[in-house]
């Protein structure tokens, strides 16, 4: 019994001190425990982990200290990439002439950064007007992608080249172009903000040789000449598929003021057309001298053809009765019902431009030309003109078909050289 009395009271002195230590100071000691292990510092790392971020989770870069320094000036390198020429925001495209690569409209995609091919080629796109660019400085897949007719636009200054065409009237370019004077004894050139008033030199001798003998010869009063080639030949931003290799001219019918107009007026001065309808000239505007001024522009050798609208192709067909010889190069064509287009046959110099194929030896004024005007009168018909009434329902959807655009690659290879010679203004 006292064995089991001592261990009792031991017992009992130890828990009263316990329960004394708990009421005064054991809170305290436990929290300054606490926040010892919570101000431990972290082990360090080596230096190969502190360059590396943790694989479970994304690394947090803290930025480093700025230090104000005076800004430099800021300029461009003499010579700046095509490609780096203009960034262009996503949210609002730049406003200009040139149409995008792509003529699909478009549809709603993720808000993700574009693949560096169609970053390229939207960059080209809205470029600006530069002075002559260098292959060195153009990515090879805008070389490849973009259309040729944006980096050709871009370019407002002939290459420092011997004069040469190269190609084919609607795939080619034109190496050292030469510009058509804006006025002369018996021209005015038009629509002079386009730029487009180049040639091979051979186009220019004859565009002021024809103003002249149809004054001269047939008193016409002057030719309004309208586009020819922009100052390195190549695919146009808008307007022609041809008129690429410096050999094509669009001659209007309206002749030429007997004042010289001005620059507005060029601009802004519209084409009219010379049809009553679809089939038929308008005797009301067209005259025989008509026929006179055509049968000048085709009378020289170097003239391969000119174009006509079916209509006034027709007429001649009909009325000119003597010396038609001539109409074997009168071609008819749609449209052209404000102005002829003159084509010129490759300069024997130059091995690498690509005639058309000959004309038929004759007057083309056969079955096929009264089937084609046929065909138009019906067209323009009141019946023909009167949408017929379709039963409601919904409409099907059609696949659209957008317009192959021609490439820098697709061209002729002397063409990529053309495009990154010097500019003729600014050569030294």
């Known amino acids: 019994m006292l064995g089991f009395g001592f261990i009792l009271k031991a017992v009992l002195a130890v828990s009263v001190m316990l329960a004394a230590l708990a009421l005064v100071g054991a809170p305290d000691w436990l929290a300054g425990q606490e926040a010892s292990m919570l101000m431990k510092p972290e082990p360090a790392l080596d230096a190969r982990e502190a360059e590396a971020p943790a694989a479970s989770s994304p690394a947090v870069t803290t930025p480093e200290p700025v230090v104000e320094t005076a800004p430099a000036p800021f300029t461009l390198p003499p010579e700046i990439s095509l490609a780096q020429a203009t960034v262009v ?73 011997a004069t040469r065409s190269i190609g084919f009237y609607a795939r080619g370019c034109l190496a050292g172009g030469k510009p058509l004077p804006v006025n002369g004894p018996a021209w005015q050139a038009m629509r002079l903000s386009r730029n487009r008033m180049w040639g091979h030199p051979t186009l220019v001798r004859y565009i002021e040789r024809f103003a002249k003998d149809a004054k001269a010869k047939d008193s016409w009063p002057g030719l309004l000449v309208g586009d020819m080639s922009m100052p390195r030949g190549g695919p146009m931003p808008f307007g022609h598929a041809s008129h690429q290799v410096g050999l094509d001219v669009d001659i209007w019918y309206k002749p030429m003021p007997d004042r010289t107009l001005t620059n507005e007026e060029r601009e802004s001065m519209p084409m ?30 170097e003239v391969a053809r000119v174009f006509v609208n079916p209509a006034i192709k027709k007429w001649l067909c009909d009325n000119v009765k003597e010396d038609r010889a001539f109409l074997r190069k009168i071609h008819p064509i749609m449209g052209h019902d404000d102005h002829f287009h003159v084509r010129l046959v ?24 009264d089937a084609w005007i046929a065909k138009l009168s019906k067209a323009a018909s009141p019946a023909a003109a009167a949408p017929a009434q379709k039963k409601p329902g919904p409409t099907p959807l059609r696949a659209s078909k957008g317009k192959h655009l021609i490439t820098v690659a697709q061209l002729p290879r002397d063409c990529r050289t053309v495009l990154q010679a010097p500019s003729m203004a600014a050569a030294r």
């Open 272 to 301: 009219e057309s010379f049809l009553l309808d679809p089939g038929h000239v308008n005797p009301n505007v067209w005259t025989p001298g008509f026929a006179k001024l055509l049968h000048r522009a085709v009378s020289y050798p």
């Open 346 to 369: 490759c300069p024997a110099d130059n091995p690498g431009c690509r005639n058309q194929p000959a004309l038929a030896v004759d007057e083309g004024c056969g079955k096929g030309l």
């Open 89 to 161: 925001p996503e949210a609002s495209p730049a406003k200009n002439d040139l149409p995008p690569p792509a003529e699909e409209p478009e549809t709603a995609v993720p808000d993700t950064a574009p693949p560096p091919q169609q970053e390229m080629i939207r960059l080209a796109a809205t470029a600006p007007q530069i002075p002559a660019p260098s292959l060195a400085h153009i990515p090879a897949l805008v070389i490849k992608f973009a259309p040729a007719k944006v980096l050709f636009g871009a370019v407002n200054a002939p290459s420092k080249m």
